[in-house]
């Protein structure tokens, strides 16, 4: 017979970060409701658990199933969210103050081309939030070229400062801070990029990350 704290030993557990990743303010909080429901634990994106709900089966015997068209291994493959018409990326323009000088708004088709970081195709994507006209930030998701032929607003050059998406293969485990190769789903170039890993959190469809720090290697 034991007399351990269940609170304790749960609390024990959990990573002690107090990151704020799974709704609650500390890991403290996360433990006491875990005490009354088990399953609250799946929320903490630190667990090992969190990692191998994202994860599929290994690879097959195929050498290049982990590997880009240079033959270069990635982590993970970031996939679209479901809700979104395209890859979600957080961008911001080489001149910021265009965004308000171009009267940018929610629902607009923009052209630009992904600059500094090695990419060298031009992407059209559709404004998914107002945008930050103090920073000059702007949310879009990137649908294609077709969207753009019957006009668009040209930005020029832009910088990706985040990548947001959905994992649900990775042979890796996530965890927040760290740099990874990673294979966007719908890259045209199907070339691996890199980024850190700076928000997590739990789906039913698979794992949310954001990932920063963007470069294409």
Same mark, same amino acid.
């Given at each position: 017979?034991?007399?351990? $704290?269940?609170?304790?030993?749960? =609390? ?17 909080? *996360? +433990? ?39 033959? /270069? %291994?990635?982590?993970?493959? *970031? #996939?679209?969210?479901?809700? $979104?018409?395209?890859?979600? #990326?957080?961008? *911001? ?6 965004? %308000? ?6 629902? $607009? ?5 992904? +600059? @500094? ?11 998914? %939030? ?9 949310? @879009?998701?990137?649908?294609?070229? =077709? ?16 990548? #947001?998406?959905?994992?649900? /293969?990775?042979?890796?485990? *996530?965890?927040?801070?760290? /740099? ?24 039913? $469809? ?8 963007? @470069?294409?290697?």
């Amino acid at each position: 017979m034991t007399n351990e $704290d269940p609170l304790a030993a749960l =609390l024990a557990r959990l990573p002690g970060k107090d990151c704020g990743q799974c709704g609650h303010r500390t890991c403290a909080g *996360l +433990a006491a409701v875990a005490v009354h429901d088990p399953q609250a634990l799946a929320r903490c994106v630190h667990l090992p658990q969190a990692a191998a709900t994202a994860t599929t089966p290994p690879p097959n015997e195929d050498p290049g199933a982990w590997t880009d068209m240079l033959g /270069r %291994e990635y982590d993970f493959v *970031l #996939e679209k969210f479901a809700e $979104d018409p395209g890859p979600r #990326e957080v961008i *911001l323009p080489f001149n910021p103050a265009n965004v %308000e000088r171009l009267k940018i708004r929610r629902g $607009d088709i923009l052209i630009g081309r992904p +600059a @500094w970081v090695g990419c060298p195709v031009t992407h059209v994507g559709v404004v998914i %939030e107002e945008p930050d006209y103090f920073n000059g930030v702007i949310t @879009w998701c990137v649908v294609g070229p =077709l969207a753009g032929r019957n006009g668009g607003i040209e930005i020029g050059l832009y910088n990706p400062i985040a990548y #947001e998406g959905i994992v649900r /293969r990775t042979r890796a485990e *996530l965890q927040i801070g760290r /740099r990874y190769y990673f294979l966007p789903h719908a890259c045209m170039l199907q070339s691996r990029h890199s980024g850190v890993a700076n928000a997590m959190a739990r789906r039913e $469809d698979g794992l949310r990350v954001r990932l920063e720090g963007i @470069w294409i290697s």
